[in-house]
């Protein structure tokens, strides 16, 4: 996996999803993570974004997005998440 483009990736899609509004972000909490594959120069990955609860914060979600490589040898993964406060999303939207 090439690192550097993937994190690209990622922080894109974390950025999506931040300015999405509140209550749609609500309504991922209660589904499944969404998932797709996109070529990262020449290479698929399979991206998993999963928005929940954040535990320490009240009205505060964690968006969080999963890279798996294309490696055969060994499971490539790159992680990042990022914490969305609900007034944050009504901000966000301006």
């Known amino acids: 996996m ?10 894109t899609e974390l950025e999506a999803f931040r300015l999405l509004p509140w209550h749609v972000l609500e309504m991922h909490v209660r589904a499944v993570p969404t998932s797709k594959t996109v070529d990262v120069e020449g290479e698929e990955l399979q991206l998993e974004l999963r928005v929940s609860i954040a535990e320490t914060r009240q009205q505060t979600l964690k968006i969080t997005a999963v890279a798996f490589g294309p490696s055969h040898l060994q499971m490539e993964r790159l992680e990042e998440s990022v914490m969305v406060a609900k007034h944050e999303t009504i901000h966000a939207r301006q």
């Open 2 to 11: 090439k690192r550097a483009s993937a994190y690209a990736v990622l922080a």
